[in-house]
């Protein structure tokens, strides 16, 4: 399976070849919480980036382990770049950006980010 997901102009777009997740994490950490993300963790190589890549800014905080990227015009992130535990390549899809998944079906996992 397929989805896909964009940052809300649509100048930034992604596909990634996976099920939609049915799972998302919720985190408390000063910048999740302010961006309202609801973040599934996928590996890197089931992520493409089909438009856009000149339309992103990064934005790197506290340890710079993730790379936060979002659409320099709209200022949505539809997605960040980082390593999970295992030093895996993993993109954070924020599922807010994907219209076909129906967001009130999510089983919700709320981490205490801010205690990190």
Do not use: W
Request: glycine fraction near 8%.
């Amino acid at each position: 399976m397929t989805f896909e997901g964009s940052c809300h102009c649509g100048a930034v777009a992604f596909t990634v070849e996976a099920d939609a997740p049915a799972e998302a994490m919720s985190c408390n950490c000063s910048h999740c919480r302010r961006k309202g993300f609801l973040l599934a963790f996928l590996p890197a190589d089931t992520f493409t980036l089909t438009r856009g890549e000149d339309a992103l800014t990064d934005y790197l905080f506290n340890k710079h382990n993730i790379r936060h990227r979002f659409c320099a015009t709209c200022g949505a992130q539809a997605f960040a770049e980082g390593k999970g535990p295992d030093g895996s390549e993993v993109r954070a899809i924020n599922l807010r950006c994907v219209p076909a998944i129906d967001l009130d079906t999510l089983t919700i996992h709320k981490v205490d980010g801010a205690s990190f």
